[in-house]
T-cell receptor, first 113, second 115 residues
Framework: DGGITQSPKYLFRKEGQNVTLSCEQN?????MYWYRQDPGQGLRLIYY???????QKGDIAEGYSVSREKKESFPLTVTSAQKNPTAFYLC????????????FGEGSRLTVL | GDSVTQMEGPVTLSEEAFLTINCTYT??????LFWYVQYPGEGLQLLLK?????DKGSNKGFEATYRKETTSFHLEKGSVQVSDSAVYFC??????????????FGKGTLLTVNP
């Protein structure tokens, strides 16, 4: 079955460490997104990519980095510059054209110890 | 810029009660509108959508009508079940399908249905 796979589901890190969250999709979608979810704040866009080798900053890109070397993959690195990284991270993809809905992965919960 | 405002929760109902979750939006142009649902510990799932004024989206007993005159997309269900307990997000598109295309979400409404 087609879908979006995020890993790991749970991740713990010490302050000062960089961590990378994986996102893989086999839906053949061109566009991919990373959102951050915090209690009471809904979803906030971190980065998005409309095509391979290109990506744009979202609303809260500071302290994060991404790459898009393959259509299927859009990993997110949470760097030590991110001051409050503990959150639930959601990856999504979208088919170009159509009505524009996003398809989401199951999420990754990052906790900074 | 584009924005979505939905009623704050939490909303607590008894099984078989009527549900309304209000959603209003601000957008340029003619956005598409969506409701997503998130069960505990999971990602978001598309519940329903509407792409133009007066369209009604429906799925699993939930309905929402795209009202351009009131810039609203309220979610309704006639008889909720315990299994409907989740967080519900209203969302709209921004951009027109090109390089700036993205979804803007409301803050979410937590629904708890008691037996």
């Amino acid at each position: 079955d087609g879908g979006i796979t995020q890993s790991p589901k749970y991740l713990f890190r010490k302050e000062g460490q960089n961590v990378t969250l994986s996102c893989e999709q086999n839906l053949n979608h061109d566009a991919m997104y990373w959102y951050r979810q915090d209690p009471g704040q809904g979803l906030r866009l971190i980065y998005y990519s409309q095509i391979v080798n290109d990506f744009q900053k979202g609303d809260i890109a500071e302290g994060y980095s991404v790459s898009r070397e393959k259509k299927e993959s859009f990993p997110l690195t949470v760097t030590s510059a991110q001051k409050n990284p503990t959150a639930f991270y959601l990856c999504a993809s979208r088919r170009t054209g159509g009505t524009g809905e996003l398809f989401f992965g199951e999420g990754s919960r990052l906790t900074v110890l | 810029g584009d924005s979505v405002t939905q009623m704050e929760g939490p909303v607590t109902l008894s099984e078989e009660a009527f549900l309304t979750i209000n959603c209003t939006y601000t957008a340029t142009g003619y956005p598409s509108l969506f409701w997503y649902v998130q069960y505990p510990g999971e990602g978001l799932q598309l519940l329903l959508k509407a792409t133009k004024a007066d369209d009604k989206g429906s799925n699993k007993g939930f309905e929402a009508t795209y009202r351009k005159e009131t810039t609203s997309f309220h979610l309704e269900k006639g008889s909720v079940q315990v299994s409907d307990s989740a967080v519900y997000f209203c969302a709209l598109t921004a951009g027109s399908g090109g390089s700036n295309y993205k979804l803007t979400f409301g803050k979410g409404t937590l629904l708890t249905v008691n037996p």
